[in-house]
């Protein structure tokens, strides 16, 4: 049986049925069988296999990069097996400003839409003119508007039961010449020139500083949402925790930083069976020392369970995680 270990970044030993790696959508619609359980990836950053899988994992190699110009900016159309990273570097080397904030992200272009990414004040989201799609059921491809992709906060329509046969092919981001830089969070604003170089370079000193590299430290990023509770929640909880940090969303919601939480509750550096949580940034689990997918699943549980019970917010898992069957949830 194929080894996944290789495959998610958090490193976690797992099998599957069978492995197939897809570089266009004929090959993709030829590999996918319904016969099994079937799960389609990029590069393994936001999924964790917790188990080995019964099915047939099939990796997203569509590649290359169309460019298109004009005195409006800059539209670009990806195939969604490029890395994210590679792709935000390419655009500030070509003096492209727009998403420079989303560096040092590891996934494929395919994730982003998927999850929404962000980072740094600014969601992919935003940059997002068009999605393509296949639906692998009937072999249909169409393409989504970016208000068709109902981007929210780490949220798309992909995540929704209608979208579990789709895959995405190709993304299409518009780079508007006239955009501003975004330098809300303070280790930005303290830049002298805050062009797309600057930024660029920026953030990537502090996610070095505050992320373990994946390939040093298996992980997959962030495990939790930030949760958003009700004003008079957060409220409430300022009453009993004074510095408790908060960020309104709308009038009637407060976003909390799940890694705060987290702290609060006492996890962070804590490890158990050879998974911890991250001593510099509690809202990351890694793979110390051969995890089980078990082992794993405890913590993350354990941690949900306290942090509920101390502050009456329910944390929900940002990662995807795959056991024998498909879908785990938390």
Not at 22 to 49: D, H, K, W
Not at 86 to 108: C, K, R
Not at 281 to 293: C, D, I, S
Request: hydrophobic share 40%; glycine share 10%; charged share 20%.
């Amino acid at each position: 049986m194929p080894d996944l270990s290789q495959r998610h970044t958090f490193g976690i030993h797992s099998q599957c049925r069978e492995l197939h790696e897809f570089c266009s959508v004929p090959q993709l619609l030829a590999l996918y069988t319904s016969a099994a359980p079937c799960y389609v990836m990029g590069e393994g950053s936001n999924t964790i296999f917790t188990d080995d899988y019964d099915g047939v994992v099939l990796v997203n190699k569509i590649t290359g990069v169309e460019v298109s110009q004009s005195g409006d900016g800059v539209r670009l159309k990806v195939g969604a097996g490029e890395n994210w990273h590679t792709l935000v570097a390419f655009t500030v080397e070509q003096g492209w400003g727009g998403l420079e904030n989303l560096a040092l992200i590891p996934g494929s272009v395919g994730a982003a839409p998927i999850q929404n990414i962000g980072a740094y004040g600014l969601e992919a989201g935003e940059r997002i003119a068009q999605v393509d799609v296949v639906d692998v059921s009937n072999g249909e491809l169409f393409s989504l508007s970016q208000s068709e992709c109902e981007f929210g906060y780490r949220d798309s329509i992909f995540k929704r039961p209608r979208a579990q046969h789709w895959v995405v092919t190709h993304v299409h981001f518009w780079l508007p010449a006239n955009s501003k830089p975004i330098t809300a969070y303070a280790e930005l604003a303290a830049l002298d020139n805050p062009g797309p170089v600057a930024i660029f370079n920026k953030v990537i000193e502090v996610r070095q500083q505050k992320l373990p590299d994946p390939a040093v430290l298996g992980n997959a990023g962030s495990f939790f949402k930030n949760p958003t509770i009700s004003g008079e929640h957060y409220h409430a909880l300022q009453a009993i925790c004074p510095t408790i940090p908060g960020f309104k969303v709308s009038d009637e919601e407060v976003k909390v930083p799940a890694a705060w939480l987290i702290d609060q509750a006492g996890f962070k550096g804590v490890c158990k069976d050879g998974v911890c949580c991250y001593q510099h940034q509690p809202l990351v689990l890694v793979n110390q020392h051969k995890a089980t997918g078990k082992a794993l699943l405890a913590l993350a549980r354990e941690i949900q369970s306290k942090v509920k019970e101390r502050f009456g917010v329910q944390l929900a898992a940002e990662v995807r995680l795959i056991g024998k069957q498909g879908r785990v949830t938390l």
